[in-house]
């Protein structure tokens, strides 16, 4: 696997080097690590690591970006490190879903919707949570028709 010495990830085809690229500048700009794996699902996080004083980073976990779903999941990973947090597990998700909307280059595919409303959708609901889900869901049904019954 060759790794592109600019980003760390593997050499992508060219729709997707945009996307890496903007993943990486936006880490870079925020001062976000990014950790690329092959194995390892999406995550945020914190990584303190040894000195004197120690020093305290904000970390994502990523999968290396093969398609627009693992662009849509990192941008998700640095939303929960840059948009609005939230005591609620679901206004978390919902919250950082929000941030990759704002801040992508390209639009979500309707593919990329249905995974993200199927991922939503399993945490425990909140009043404007849900909102956001049933305005989501619309989208999706804009473009595939209502659900079968
Ligand atoms: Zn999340």
New binding site residues.
């Given amino acids: 696997m060759q790794l592109d010495p600019n980003t760390g990830h593997p050499v992508v085809r060219a729709r997707l080097a945009p996307l890496v690229a903007h993943v990486v500048a936006l880490c870079s700009d925020h001062d976000i690590i990014i950790t690329w794996g092959t194995d390892a699902r999406?995550a945020?996080g914190y990584m303190t690591f040894h000195g004197d004083p120690p020093i305290t980073k904000r970390v994502v976990w990523l999968r290396y970006i093969k398609s627009d779903i693992g662009y849509w999941v990192a941008m998700?990973?640095i939303g929960?490190c840059l948009g609005v947090n939230s005591e609620h597990q679901l206004n978390?998700?919902v919250n950082?879903w929000q941030w990759a909307f704002h801040n992508s280059i390209i639009p979500p595919t309707p593919q990329a919707l249905r995974r993200i409303l199927a991922y939503v959708s399993s945490y425990l609901p909140t009043e404007s949570g849900l909102e956001w889900i049933a305005d989501l869901k619309a989208e999706v049904e804009k473009v595939d028709g209502p659900p079968a019954p």
Avoid: L, P, Q, S
């Fill in positions: 999406g945020a998700h990973e929960h978390k998700e950082a």
